[in-house]
């Protein structure tokens, strides 16, 4: 695995590092131990999946409050997304800046979004499957999120033509309004 820090700290897009012969490749995804040599939390008890029919779907930016804070590894298995995470740390001089990524079934890459950041993407593909391993299980009650074109963020989102997005999403509340 080839771990490569963002200009963000605590944001990390790992890398296969491929073991390549005549019957293809093979590499680690996950190594608790290496997780933890690079200050990583290492510790996943729940997995999640999401399923998106059509190119242009938005998810996000979706974060759960203290002291419910998720630590997320997410990949992209079938197609291709654009990953966003914000971060929303109280005292991080990078607060409110982002950081985006293109995840896809092709390069199998990794995006380590650590506790304090919102989370979303934008499907780039029809069909597009995401999965996230998370270091704490899902609760309603901490549930919260940031609106996907909040201007002070000023996220640039791929064209998608229509959009795709939930009622939820839409009338997030800008991070001012937190």
Known sequence: MLFRPS???????????????????????????TFVQHGLCADYPQWSVSFNERRGTLRGLHFQAPPHEETKLVSCTRGAVFDVAVDLRPHSPSRGRWIAVELSADNRSTFYIPA???????????EAEVR????????PEAARGVRW??????IGWPQAGSRVISDRDRNLPRLADL
Not at 132 to 139: A, G, L, P, V
């Open 149 to 154: 074109d909040d201007p002070d963020l000023a």
């Open 7 to 33: 200009d963000i700290p605590g944001l990390f897009l790992i890398e296969l590092e491929r073991k390549e012969d005549e019957r293809g490749f093979f590499s680690r995804l996950f190594c608790a131990e």
């Open 116 to 126: 304090g950041f919102a989370h979303g993407f934008q499907t780039l593909t029809d």
């Open 132 to 139: 996230y391993h998370i270091s704490e299980r899902y609760r």
